[in-house]
């Protein structure tokens, strides 16, 4: 179905037919994208669940706003991962079961003898406490013995947590102090709890057990929140390569495109590799297209991890890093040539254009399955291999990917600060608001009059209330600070700023030079405070009636 008249790859094509190509790749582009969308209407049961199409009725809609014209025009304002999907957070929870009893020890019970912050009483009352206060916002999971603070009644005690709106498995720490008081029973009492990451004394992490340290690979680099552990696995011994499979795809025109072109695409590898039992190489290099980036200009050099979970994707999909397979490839390689060992050189399949597709290669017994994304825009477009029938066979594993734990640490101290107890409202401006033709309304319903008229209507006065936005002037919210205690991520710089915990990870994890957090840092820091808010107040739908992707599609 794809072949009609779409053989696509002319390089041999003089000058003079650049223009033509470029006619023809519109429309193969059309035809493309009406044939995605045939196909996907009928391959509705197959789609996995997908950020982008929530559900089928929006199926066709959506499609057509991503695909326009071959630019991937997401609604960007919003960034929902994996993370973000599942629909119920998971439930079989080790949680620990606060222990109250056994409390009233005999320590306790003289009032006058110093508090002694490790006995059992000081960690039954502030777990008491915690239960108490944020028993609707986050789930405890485990307490470290708490230490003394920085007085003699003064206790700190760290912990780990689950925010109960996160429906990843992972982790968070707090540690607050906490200032206790003996009661008549032999027990205590807290009588003033401090903010979030109060609790110096006990912030100091367990040191992390060192497995045996192997000479042959250095520590990359030393990881600072004991919890990631996003290293770069390695394969080992020759047998354990020569026995792998693997399915890699040579750098196509995805490279320097939209986060969400580049997610499409790698999720259509990953699919494939899933769907070949392969495992897949994978770039951890990104080039950060201009529309993030403060020079507006395109940055390579930008690692996957500075966005997503690394260590989430090595656990829920077999991939390898692009380097070091092709380094142990050509070492293997150049010994077999030196042995004339049985095993021979590594079989490799190159495959040189999408349209041989992933259920052709089924079969395949070769290691190595190459393909090469060879020719112009579109045809050298990753996600091509994904398209036509192939959709049917290949379902994106959006489940692997997660935002990196380190951005997920700045949400989490920012709800955290606010005691996981605001309520947020999501303001989309920026172009959409300029584009008067495709979003007739948008400007006025966001602007500052409108936006204190309505949001009194679904927010009770004084709340702490998040805003989620792309508009760039900071003041433009501050007719609501007279009804809201009004919160910006701006509000939040010393969290990525040179002083924090992001700043040395990034630092570290970037070979030592400062990273810069970007504009899809920023979105995605923000997507994630709005989902934990008690109260959710959206653009479309809550203070517009335009359409989210423009006029006429709602
Ligand atoms: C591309 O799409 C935009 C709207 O998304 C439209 O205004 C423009 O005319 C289209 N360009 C082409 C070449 O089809
Ligand atoms: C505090 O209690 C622990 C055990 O509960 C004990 O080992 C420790 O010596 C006590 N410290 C002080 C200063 O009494
Ligand atoms: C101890 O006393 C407090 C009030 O002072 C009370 O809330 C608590 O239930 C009592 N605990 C026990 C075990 O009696
Ligand atoms: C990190 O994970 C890898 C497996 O992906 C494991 O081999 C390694 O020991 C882990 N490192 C630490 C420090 O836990
Ligand atoms: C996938 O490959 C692994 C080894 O690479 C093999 O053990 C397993 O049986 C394969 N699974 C399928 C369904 O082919
Ligand atoms: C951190 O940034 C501040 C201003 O942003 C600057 O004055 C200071 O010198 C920086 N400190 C370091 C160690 O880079
Ligand atoms: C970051 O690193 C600097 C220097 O290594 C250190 O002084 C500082 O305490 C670190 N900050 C955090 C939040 O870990
Ligand atoms: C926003 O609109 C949705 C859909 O109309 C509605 O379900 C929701 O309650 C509204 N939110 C608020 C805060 O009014």
């Given at each position: 179905?794809?072949?009609?008249g779409c053989s696509g790859s002319s390089p041999e094509l003089p000058a003079a037919g650049q223009h033509l190509v470029k006619v023809i790749g519109n429309l193969c582009f059309t035809f493309f994208v009406l044939s995605v969308l045939v196909f996907s209407v009928i391959a509705v049961t197959y789609q996995p669940p997908d950020p982008w199409f929530q559900s089928p009725k929006?199926?066709?809609?959506s499609l057509s706003a991503?695909?326009?014209n071959g630019t991937f025009a997401t609604d960007d304002s919003l960034l929902p991962t994996g993370e973000d999907l599942a629909a119920s957070p998971p439930s079989a929870f080790p949680a620990v079961l606060p222990d109250y009893s056994g409390g009233g020890t005999a320590a306790a019970c003289d009032p006058s003898a110093p508090l002694n912050c490790s006995d059992r009483a000081v960690l039954a009352a502030i777990q008491r406490f915690n239960s108490k206060i944020f028993r609707r916002s986050i789930v405890f999971l485990s307490y470290d013995t708490p230490v003394p603070g920085s007085k003699p009644d003064e206790c700190d005690a760290a912990w780990r947590f689950r925010n109960r709106r996160e429906k990843s498995w992972r982790r968070y720490r707090d540690y607050r102090r906490f200032r206790l008081a003996p009661t008549d029973n032999c027990t205590f009492e807290v009588v003033k709890a401090g903010k979030f990451h109060s609790g110096i004394s006990a912030a100091r992490r367990p040191p992390r057990p060192r497995p045996g340290s192997g000479a042959a690979s250095p520590p990359a680099f030393q990881i600072q929140d004991a919890e990631i552990n996003d290293t770069i696995p390695t394969v080992g011994s020759e047998s354990q390569f020569r026995n792998g499979r693997y399915l890699y795809y040579t750098r196509g025109g995805d490279y320097c495109k939209g986060m969400n072109h580049y997610l499409w695409s790698f999720l259509c590898g990953l699919g494939e590799a899933k769907f070949l039992n392969r495992t897949f190489v994978m770039d951890l290099n990104i080039c950060l297209a201009g529309s993030y980036t403060s020079t507006g200009k395109d940055e390579e050099g930008k690692d996957f991890r500075f966005y997503f979970?690394?260590?989430?994707l090595k656990e829920s999909a077999s991939v390898i890093e692009e380097a070091e397979f092709l380094r142990d490839w050509r070492r293997w390689n150049r010994a077999?040539?030196?042995?004339?060992k049985p095993g021979g050189k590594i079989s490799v399949r190159k495959v040189p254009t999408y349209k041989i597709t992933p259920m052709q290669l089924k079969k395949e017994k070769s290691a190595v399955i190459w393909r090469q994304f060879d020719g112009h825009e579109p045809e050298n477009y990753w996600y091509?291999?994904?398209?036509g029938k192939a959709a049917k066979y290949i379902q994106r594993p959006w489940q692997a990917i997660w935002k990196s734990k380190r951005l997920m640490n700045i949400v989490s101290e920012i709800a955290g600060k606010m005691d996981w107890d605001y309520d947020a409202v999501h303001v989309v401006r920026g172009e959409k608001a300029m584009k008067k033709e495709r979003w007739p309304n948008l400007d006025r319903d966001t602007s500052p009059d409108a936006l204190e008229e309505k949001l009194s209507k679904m927010v009770q006065p004084w709340r702490n209330l998040y805003i989620a936005t792309n508009e760039v002037f900071y003041n433009y919210f501050d007719k609501l600070r007279s009804h809201y205690k009004v919160h910006l991520l701006e509000d939040y710089m010393e969290m990525w700023g040179n002083r924090s915990e992001w700043y040395n990870e990034t630092t570290m994890l970037n070979g030592g030079r400062p990273l810069e957090f970007d504009g899809y840092m920023r979105v995605a820091?923000?997507?994630?405070?709005?989902y934990r808010a008690k109260l959710r107040v959206e653009t479309?739908?809550?203070l517009t009636r335009d359409c989210k992707d423009g006029i006429n599609t709602c």
């Open positions: 179905m794809t072949d009609v929006s199926l066709t809609k991503i695909i326009p979970d690394f260590e989430h077999a040539g030196r042995s004339r091509r291999v994904c398209e820091v923000d997507t994630e405070v709005l479309f739908n809550n």
